[in-house]
């Protein structure tokens, strides 16, 4: 019974990151018992308490729901005011100043010309936003300073990532690799694709774009410590290939991937393995080590 009350607090809305480990722990420990439960992560696509959460998806594709309903393109009226919405994500619930939101959106434009336009748009926002929600607390703070959204209201896809990647990284260094690889697990499942794959080259993602990235790669890693030391040889196999497939330049990963198959006697897939880290040249700037061995 408790069990099942962890599994459903976890998939409510603003549940927190605890919340939702404990969530996706409890849902394991059912699956193992034979019980059916919902998944503890819910997805957008999922019917949500009506008027009451926004969740935001920037994990490969953009996409916006409001009570459960998805927002269609038509609301935002300019693409300008999905790209304020998208600013304001890329900064976690930071302030952004208007100042630096109007140079954003309109680079090459004077800034005492845009203020009214930066008004505009964020009213559109807050409009599509705050649809039906008169009872709740506004999903976007503004003052006369800045704008930012509010964490509290609004649950961001790249925000629950990063900080169960987090948390499960915790979980493997205080020495519960149980937990820590069905937190680690559970974020890589709602890894969709970086964040904002659909607007990669403006400037405003790079951080959170080399965030994303750098967690995903670090969750991968975590698995083939978790999955070595369980035994598990062709998922650490799995995890290793993973790490080289987004950064064939990693020698820990390489080194590792050959060790893995070495040890269990894969001598064919070692031995390509180990060709395949000799032909791979070292990243422009690294500095000289020597030989590859």
């Known amino acids: ?25 409890a849902q394991q420990r059912q699956a193992a018992a034979g019980v059916q439960h ?3 992560t819910v997805p957008l696509n999922a019917e949500l308490p009506a008027g009451r959460e926004v969740r935001i998806q920037v994990l490969g594709r953009f996409e916006v729901r409001v009570g459960g309903q998805g927002v269609p393109p038509a609301a935002w009226q300019s693409r300008k005011a999905r790209d304020l919405l998208r600013i304001l994500v890329a900064r976690r619930g930071r302030v952004v100043p208007r100042e630096e939101l109007a140079e954003l ?41 800045g704008v930012a959204l509010d964490p509290v209201n609004v649950r961001v896809d790249v925000d629950d990532f990063l900080e169960d990647v987090a948390h499960g990284c915790r ?21 969709f694709g970086e964040p904002f794959d659909d607007e990669p080259y403006a400037d405003w993602t790079a951080a959170l774009r080399e965030q994303a990235r750098s967690a995903h790669l670090r969750a991968h890693r975590t698995l083939v410590y978790l999955a070595r030391g369980a035994g598990d040889i062709d998922g650490a196999v799995s995890h290793a290939l993973v790490l080289l497939e987004y950064d064939p330049y990693d020698e820990d990963a ?22 395949r880290y000799r032909r791979t040249p070292p990243p422009r700037n690294a500095p000289r080590t020597g030989a590859r061995s």
């Open 171 to 191: 979980l493997y260094e205080q020495g519960d690799p149980t937990a820590a690889r069905t937190i680690l697990m559970a974020a890589l499942d709602s890894y």
């Open 254 to 275: 390489h080194r590792t991937l050959i060790a893995l198959l070495a040890g269990a006697g894969r001598h064919g897939e070692a031995r390509r393995a180990h060709t």
């Open 1 to 25: 019974m408790m069990k099942g009350v962890l599994a459903t607090i976890g998939a409510l809305p603003g549940a927190t990151t605890d919340a939702r480990a404990a969530a996706t722990l």
């Open 38 to 40: 919902a998944a503890t």
């Open 105 to 145: 959106l309109w680079p090459d434009e004077d800034i005492t010309r845009t203020a009214h336009r930066l008004s505009v748009l964020l009213s559109i926002v807050r409009t599509v936003l705050d649809r039906d929600r008169a009872d709740a607390d506004p999903a976007v703070l503004a003052d006369r300073a």
